[in-house]
Nanobody, 124 residues
Framework: QVQLVESGGGLVQTGGSLRLSCAAS????????MGWFRQAPGKEREFLVF????????YYADSVKGRFTISRDNAKNTVYLQMNSLKPEDTGVYYC?????????????????WGQGTQVTVSS
């Protein structure tokens, strides 16, 4: 029912910035808790951040805290991930995810809806 489409990935140098967008279909966006994950080749999918339905509450993984910022615009059915001070270890496929669960957190199994992903490559 709800579909997510990521955009904004690309190639950037170390220390650079990118802003990812995740556009959601449907009329229930404001009921969704949204999260961002990433996956490097040969590694498990890694939690980055989630944002509450209202956008007031956020939680960041230590690996990105202070460098990445999540935000949402419920009027546009879109969530964003601003990524600054990028490092080569940030390279991977970035996924937008959503859940309507009342209990949620940092696990991939806590999210029901996933986008196709967008590639982010940080050169050294």
């Amino acid at each position: 029912q709800v579909q997510l489409v990521e955009s904004g990935g690309g190639l950037v140098q170390t220390g650079g910035s990118l802003r990812l967008s995740c556009a959601a279909s449907g009329r229930t966006f404001s009921t969704l808790v949204m999260g961002w994950f990433r996956q490097a080749p040969g590694k498990e999918r890694e939690f980055l951040v989630f944002i509450s339905r209202s956008g007031i509450s956020t939680y960041y993984a230590d690996s990105v805290k202070g460098r990445f910022t999540i935000s949402r615009d419920n009027a546009k059915n879109t969530v964003y991930l601003q990524m600054n001070s990028l490092k080569p270890e940030d390279t991977g496929v970035y996924y937008c995810a959503a859940t309507q669960r009342l209990n949620y957190g940092t696990g991939t199994n806590e999210y029901d809806i996933w986008g196709q992903g967008t590639q982010v490559t940080v050169s050294s």
